[in-house]
C-alpha cells in the first residue's frame, strides 16, 4: 500500500528564518511527486512536481527537492504571507491516483 | 482563469437526507475526483472518473455514489447521509497522465456538516 508520511505537523518561524519540510514516501514505481500549498477554507494550490531522484524545482522561496524515498521543501527566508499548510501527494503505479500525507501547518511570524 | 467550481460552500443536513454536490470543471479536462479532508487524516479519495460515464472507487467509497453525464461535471451522492459524513470535500480536475501538465486543480471546497 503506498503511503505518505510528512513531518513536522506543524512549524513556527520567525520572519527570515529558513527551514525545510520533509516529505517520505513509499510508492511502488513513482511517477510523479507533488507539493501543493493550502490556504485555510481554500482547496490546495499546485506548487511542484519532481519525477526522478536528483530532481529539483524552485518557485520564489520555495525549492522542492526528492531523493528515492523523500522530498523536501526548503523555505528560504520566509515571509508572513508563506504561512499555510503543504501538501505532499506521490503517484505510483498505474492510473491517476495521488497518496496525499497529512501535511505540514506552517506559521511565520514578524 | 481556470476554474474548478463547486456549487456550495457550506452545507448542513440532517442524518438520512440524500446529498448532492456539484462540481464543474471548465479546462476541458478527462479527469476528475472527488475527495474528502479531515483533521489528522488528510485528503482521501472517494471516486475518480477518466471520462464522461466512468468512475472508479477510491479508498472509502462506501456510502457514496457518483455520476457523470457530462465531461465537465462531475457530482458526488451521499445516499443517506450520516454523522461520519460531516467533512470538507473537494472536486479536483486534472489531464491524464503521461500528457504532462497532470497536476490536479482544486475547487474552493464544501464543507458539509450532517446533524
Known amino acids: 500500500e503506498d503511503q505518505v508520511t510528512q513531518s513536522p505537523e506543524a512549524l513556527r518561524l520567525q520572519e527570515g528564518e529558513s527551514s525545510s519540510l520533509n516529505c517520505s514516501y513509499t510508492?511502488?514505481?513513482?511517477?510523479?511527486l507533488f507539493w501543493y500549498r493550502q490556504d485555510p477554507g481554500k482547496g490546495p494550490e499546485f506548487l511542484f512536481t519532481?519525477?526522478?531522484a536528483g530532481e529539483e524545482k524552485e518557485k520564489e522561496r520555495l525549492k522542492a527537492t526528492l531523493t528515492k524515498k523523500e522530498s523536501f521543501l526548503h523555505i528560504t527566508a520566509p515571509k508572513p504571507e508563506d504561512s499555510a499548510t503543504y501538501l505532499c501527494?506521490?503517484?505510483?503505479?498505474?492510473?491517476?491516483?495521488?497518496?496525499f500525507g497529512t501535511g505540514t501547518r506552517l506559521q511565520v511570524t514578524l | 482563469d481556470v476554474k474548478v467550481t463547486q456549487s456550495s460552500r457550506y452545507l448542513v443536513k440532517r442524518t438520512g437526507e440524500k446529498v448532492f454536490l456539484e462540481c464543474v470543471q471548465d479546462m476541458d479536462h478527462e479527469n476528475m475526483f472527488w475527495y474528502r479532508q479531515d483533521p489528522g487524516l488528510g485528503l482521501r479519495l472517494i471516486y475518480f472518473s477518466y471520462d464522461v460515464k466512468m468512475k472508479e472507487k477510491g479508498d472509502i467509497p462506501e456510502g457514496y455514489s457518483v455520476s457523470r453525464e457530462k465531461k465537465e461535471r462531475f457530482s458526488l451522492i451521499l445516499e443517506s447521509a450520516s454523522t461520519n459524513q460531516t467533512s470538507m470535500y473537494l472536486c479536483?480536475?486534472?489531464?491524464?497522465?503521461?500528457?504532462?501538465?497532470?497536476?490536479?486543480?482544486f475547487g474552493s471546497g464544501t464543507q458539509l456538516s450532517v446533524l
Open positions: 501527494a506521490a503517484r505510483g503505479g498505474t492510473a491517476s491516483k495521488l497518496t
Open positions: 479536483a480536475s486534472s489531464n491524464p497522465p503521461g500528457q504532462g501538465n497532470e497536476k490536479l486543480f
Open positions: 510508492v511502488s514505481g513513482l511517477r510523479g
Open positions: 519532481l519525477y526522478s
